[in-house]
T-cell receptor, first 116, second 114 residues
Framework: DTGVSQNPRHKITKRGQNVTFRCDPI?????LYWYRQTLGQGPEFLTY????????KSRLLSDRFSAERPKGSFSTLEIQRTEQGDSAMYLC??????????????FGPGTRLTVT | AQSVSQHNHHVILSEAASLELGCNYS??????LFWYVQYPGQHLQLLLK??????LVKGIKGFEAEFIKSKFSFNLRKPSVQWSDTAEYFC????????????FGQGTTLQVKP
């Protein structure tokens, strides 16, 4: 497999602007996850897709955040009206979701967002 | 609720020293435990995992971890570290829902001095 890819790798935006990130999972993986990681912390779960269905969203995901996974392939994460507190690394991961290792996730390189 | 606690936030070792990083978890279901590693400038990658069977799990690059059910622990070990092991290490467990999301510990930064 070619691994999970994310674009862009870095994004600098001004407060109040909208940003969109893209994640391309490993092709045969039907589960896709978004996490957020801030400095000195472990990744925190944001949302989960099984195929095209968004099945879980964290309380961290305010109404300014929206994620989609049309056709169950790539996914996008959009942040509207960005705030400085949104500055973080946004990670995407995918997994097969089936035995023997349903929880084994493969992570992308992340998109580092800086809100000025 | 599921949670993970990593005791050591920053560890500095000399090359050839032995390593043990602590991880304690709170988890109500079937135990699945993971250690992920993030080398400088690289993405998170799976170091090793425990699902069932032998509680001593061997991973890549000479790392191993032991699942001790009575202590709710899954400590990471390596007998002799190398400079290239400098990285951030995360312990993780699945969340309570059946989605496969992972709950990560705060992470331990390991710095190995040559």
């Amino acid at each position: 497999d070619t691994g999970v890819s994310q674009n862009p790798r870095h994004k600098i935006t001004k407060r109040g602007q909208n940003v969109t990130f893209r994640c391309d999972p490993i092709s045969e993986h039907n589960r896709l996850y978004w996490y957020r990681q801030t400095l000195g912390q472990g990744p925190e779960f944001l949302t989960y897709f099984q195929n095209e269905a968004q099945l879980e969203k964290s309380r961290l995901l305010s109404d300014r955040f929206s994620a989609e996974r049309p056709k169950g392939s790539f996914s996008t994460l959009e942040i509207q009206r960005t705030e400085q507190g949104d500055s973080a690394m946004y990670l995407c991961a995918s997994s097969r979701g089936t035995a023997p290792n349903p929880y084994e996730q493969y992570f992308g390189p992340g998109t580092r967002l800086t809100v000025t | 609720a599921q949670s993970v606690s990593q005791h050591n936030h920053h560890v500095i070792l000399s090359e050839a020293a032995s390593l043990e990083l602590g991880c304690n978890y709170s988890y109500g279901g079937t135990v699945n435990l993971f250690w992920y590693v993030q080398y400088p400038g690289q993405h998170l990658q799976l170091l090793l995992k425990y699902f069932s069977g032998d509680p001593l799990v061997k991973g890549i690059k000479g790392f191993e971890a032991e699942f001790i059910k009575s202590k709710f622990s899954f400590n990471l070990r390596k007998p002799s570290v190398q400079w290239s092991d400098t990285a951030e290490y995360f312990c993780a467990v699945p969340g309570s829902s059946n989605t496969g999301k992972l709950i990560f510990g705060q992470g331990t930064t390991l710095q190995v001095k040559p």
